[in-house]
């Protein structure tokens, strides 16, 4: 029942910024860890950034963590990605993620696709040499 819905992505060139939302609905936004994927033409699937309950604790990849900033919004239900300094191979699908919390998987498999069980459309950035 749970849906996210993301928005924010678009057209820019090398050195500008994006901020990317997620908008949560069908059940306790408070009670899910979210985060964000992203997919690039001809290349897997891979994690972005993170927020675990358990943890209270925002994890980043390595190729993004100097640039991006993840945070959630309880008041209302939304995530955020801000997406500074982009680079051309920041291009891809972004992808809002979430599960519901329990216990303290999260903190370790987080950057795995399997972990996460619910997922958005995804939104496109396009970044421009």
């Known amino acids: 029942q749970v849906q996210l819905v993301e928005s924010g992505g678009g057209l820019v060139q090398a050195g500008e910024s994006l901020r990317l939302s997620c908008a949560f609905s069908?059940?306790?936004?408070?009670?899910?860890?979210m985060g964000w994927f992203r997919q690039a033409p001809g290349k897997e699937r891979e994690f972005v950034a993170a927020i675990c309950r358990s943890t209270d604790t925002a994890y980043y990849a390595d190729s993004v963590k100097a640039r991006f900033t993840i945070t959630r919004d309880n008041a209302k239900n939304t995530l955020n990605v801000q997406l500074n300094s982009l680079k051309p191979e920041d291009t891809a699908v972004y992808y809002c993620?979430?599960?519901?919390?329990?216990?303290?998987?999260?903190?370790?498999?987080?950057?795995?696709?399997?972990?996460?069980?619910?997922w958005g459309q995804g939104t496109q950035v396009t970044v421009s040499s």
């Open positions: 069908g059940r306790t936004f408070s009670t899910y860890g």
């Open positions: 993620v979430a599960r519901r919390s329990g216990g303290s998987r999260c903190a370790t498999q987080y950057g795995t696709n399997r972990y996460w069980d619910v």
